[in-house]
C-alpha cells in the first residue's frame, strides 16, 4: 500500500480548515441575526451585544406580523400585505421575464435573421450602461403613461433583462446544430423544435435564471421606492426600510424582519437547489 503524502495530506487538511473557517465567517453574521430577532427589546444593543438571547421570545414576530387593536384603532406594520406584494411581482416579474428571454436567447443563438448580430451587439453595449442612469426618464414616460404608483410600473423595467436574453443564448449555443437541423429536415416548425428539443435541453438554465429573476425582483429596492407613492402598495424591502426610519433603535424588530424577507428566497434556493446548480456549473448543455 502507499504511503500518503505528509505535504498532500498537510494541504488538504489546511484547505479544510481555511473553507470552515470562511464559511463560519459567512454565516456567523445570519446565525446573529437569528438569535437577536428572538431577543427582548433593548437587549441587543448591550455592549457588547450578545450572540443568544437571554430569554427567547417570539414577541418581535408578533409585533412585526400580527395586527393588533391599539388606542381604540387598528394597527399593524402593514408588513404582511407588503409580504404578499412582493411575492405577487416577483412571481409575475420572473414568469413575463422568461416567458421573454428564453425564446429570445434561442432565436439569437440559433436563428438566422437580418441584424441579428447588430442585435447582439446592441445588447452587449446596453450592459455597460447603468441602470440608474435611466430611472429618471424611465418614471417621467411612465408618469406620462399612468404607471406610477402601479404594480405593473414596477414589472415592466425588469422584462427588458439583456443579462437573462444573453444568458439563455450562451448556453443555447451548445445545442447541436445537427439536432435542429434533422428537425427541420422532418418538417417541425420552429416553435415545434424550440418546445419539444431547446426547452428540455435549456431546462437547468431556465430554473438557474427563473432564481436570478426572482432574486433580483425580490431584492430590488430602489426602483419601487420610486414608483411606489402609495405604502399600501410598497414591496418589502420598501416596507422594510419605512419600518427602519420609524424604529431605528428597535434592532430586535428590524431582524425579525430581515428574518422574514429572507425566508422565501431561502426556501426557494433549497427547493431547486439541484437545478440551480446544475445550471450554473454545467455551462452549457451538450449534445
Same mark, same amino acid.
Given at each position: 500500500?502507499?504511503?500518503?503524502?505528509?505535504?498532500? @495530506?498537510?494541504?488538504?487538511?489546511?484547505?479544510?480548515?481555511?473553507?470552515?473557517?470562511?464559511?463560519?465567517?459567512?454565516?456567523?453574521?445570519?446565525? $446573529?441575526?437569528? @438569535?437577536?430577532?428572538? !431577543?427582548?427589546?433593548?437587549?441587543?444593543?448591550?455592549?457588547?451585544?450578545?450572540?443568544?438571547?437571554?430569554?427567547?421570545?417570539?414577541?418581535?414576530?408578533?409585533?412585526?406580523?400580527?395586527?393588533?387593536?391599539?388606542?381604540?384603532? $387598528?394597527?399593524?406594520?402593514?408588513?404582511?400585505?407588503?409580504? $404578499?406584494?412582493?411575492?405577487?411581482?416577483?412571481?409575475?416579474?420572473?414568469?413575463?421575464?422568461?416567458?421573454?428571454?428564453?425564446?429570445?436567447?434561442?432565436?439569437?443563438?440559433?436563428?438566422?435573421?437580418?441584424?441579428?448580430?447588430?442585435?447582439?451587439?446592441?445588447?452587449?453595449?446596453?450592459?455597460?450602461?447603468?441602470?440608474?442612469?435611466?430611472?429618471?426618464?424611465?418614471?417621467?414616460?411612465?408618469?406620462?403613461?399612468?404607471?406610477?404608483?402601479?404594480?405593473?410600473?414596477?414589472?415592466?423595467?425588469?422584462?427588458?433583462?439583456?443579462?437573462?436574453?444573453?444568458?439563455?443564448?450562451?448556453?443555447?449555443?451548445?445545442?447541436?446544430?445537427? !439536432?435542429?437541423?434533422?428537425?427541420?429536415?422532418?418538417?417541425?416548425?420552429?416553435?415545434?423544435?424550440?418546445?419539444?428539443?431547446?426547452?428540455?435541453?435549456?431546462?437547468?438554465?431556465?430554473?438557474?435564471?427563473?432564481?436570478?429573476?426572482?432574486?433580483?425582483?425580490?431584492?430590488?429596492?430602489?426602483?419601487?421606492?420610486?414608483?411606489?407613492?402609495?405604502?399600501?402598495?410598497?414591496?418589502?424591502?420598501?416596507?422594510?426600510?419605512?419600518?427602519?426610519?420609524?424604529?431605528?433603535?428597535?434592532?430586535?424588530? !428590524?431582524?425579525?424582519?430581515?428574518?422574514? @424577507?429572507?425566508?422565501?428566497?431561502?426556501?426557494?434556493?433549497?427547493?431547486?437547489?439541484?437545478?440551480?446548480?446544475?445550471?450554473?456549473?454545467?455551462?452549457?448543455?451538450?449534445?
Amino acid at each position: 500500500m502507499a504511503l500518503t503524502n505528509p505535504r498532500r @495530506t498537510l494541504r488538504a487538511i489546511l484547505a479544510n480548515m481555511l473553507v470552515l473557517v470562511l464559511t463560519a465567517v459567512t454565516l456567523l453574521p445570519l446565525a $446573529w441575526m437569528v @438569535t437577536v430577532s428572538f !431577543m427582548p427589546r433593548g437587549e441587543a444593543n448591550s455592549f457588547p451585544p450578545p450572540f443568544l438571547p437571554s430569554r427567547w421570545s417570539w414577541e418581535n414576530y408578533h409585533e412585526l406580523l400580527v395586527r393588533r387593536f391599539v388606542d381604540g384603532a $387598528w394597527f399593524d406594520y402593514r408588513f404582511v400585505p407588503a409580504l $404578499w406584494n412582493s411575492i405577487g411581482v416577483a412571481t409575475i416579474a420572473t414568469a413575463l421575464g422568461l416567458l421573454l428571454a428564453v425564446p429570445a436567447g434561442y432565436a439569437l443563438a440559433k436563428l438566422r435573421f437580418t441584424g441579428r448580430d447588430r442585435v447582439l451587439r446592441f445588447l452587449v453595449i446596453s450592459l455597460i450602461v447603468p441602470g440608474q442612469v435611466a430611472m429618471l426618464p424611465l418614471f417621467l414616460m411612465f408618469k406620462e403613461l399612468g404607471l406610477v404608483n402601479s404594480y405593473l410600473g414596477v414589472i415592466l423595467p425588469s422584462l427588458a433583462g439583456i443579462f437573462a436574453i444573453l444568458f439563455v443564448r450562451q448556453a443555447a449555443l451548445g445545442i447541436p446544430d445537427e !439536432m435542429i437541423d434533422a428537425a427541420r429536415l422532418d418538417g417541425a416548425s420552429e416553435i415545434r423544435i424550440f418546445r419539444s428539443i431547446a426547452l428540455p435541453l435549456l431546462a437547468p438554465i431556465v430554473v438557474t435564471l427563473a432564481v436570478f429573476l426572482f432574486l433580483a425582483s425580490w431584492n430590488d429596492f430602489l426602483w419601487p421606492l420610486i414608483i411606489l407613492a402609495d405604502q399600501h402598495r410598497y414591496t418589502l424591502p420598501v416596507a422594510v426600510a419605512a419600518i427602519g426610519r420609524e424604529h431605528a433603535a428597535d434592532g430586535e424588530l !428590524m431582524m425579525a424582519a430581515a428574518v422574514v @424577507t429572507t425566508l422565501p428566497v431561502l426556501a426557494l434556493f433549497l427547493s431547486l437547489q439541484r437545478y440551480y446548480m446544475s445550471g450554473l456549473l454545467g455551462g452549457s448543455v451538450k449534445g
